[in-house]
């Protein structure tokens, strides 16, 4: 058994939008889709050809074509970083994992002025000496990709974003 004082993450700041073990439902359409599109791209080796289909059609449909390409290079960048096994659930879990929060809190970081996204980068993903990362740029592009897009993750102000009609048939 492990002492109560342990803890396999590091404790969300204060300024996180997101907790693990937090259910998707309670999310807005855009950090959902974040979630989805990294789970589906992480069993890509498994399930091979049909998921890229399904999530080429998924970015087709919110007019975002080079999408599929920017989570898989966010996904590979991931991997090269974190020196453990990264939890990323089956695209059909119902909550959050610690990994996806740390990835929604510093992509929300990276879309919002005046967010710091260097306080939300996990310093598990500083890979260089010098404290580069290399989970910096691509994650970046996705969330420039994104907010092009019209998805903005963890807008405070804002009501959670309804889904779009194409999207429960594309997902499903």
Not at 63 to 69: I, K, N, Q, V
Not at 97 to 119: K, M, Y
Not at 122 to 143: E, L, M
Request: hydrophobic share 45%; net charge positive.
């Amino acid at each position: 058994m492990r002492p109560a004082k342990y803890r396999p993450f590091p404790k969300s700041s204060p300024q996180s939008r997101f907790q693990p073990d937090q259910p998707l439902a309670e999310l807005g359409f855009a950090e959902q889709f974040v979630v989805w599109c990294l789970r589906v791209q992480w069993r890509m080796p498994e399930e091979g050809k049909e998921r890229s289909v399904l999530l080429q059609r998924a970015f087709d449909a919110l007019d975002l074509p080079g999408g599929t390409a920017l989570v898989a290079e966010l996904a590979g960048a991931l991997t090269r970083a974190v020196r453990r096994p990264l939890t990323i659930a089956c695209p059909r879990w119902r909550v959050l994992t610690g990994d996806e929060v740390r990835v929604l809190n510093f992509i929300a970081a990276l879309q919002h002025h005046g967010a710091s996204p260097r306080a939300a980068l996990d310093p598990s993903w500083v890979a260089a000496p010098c404290g580069a990362s290399p989970v910096w740029a691509p994650a970046q592009r996705f969330a420039l990709a994104l907010s092009a897009a019209g998805l903005t993750l963890g807008n405070a102000h804002a009501p959670a974003s309804p889904f779009p009609e194409a999207m429960p048939r594309i997902l499903h």
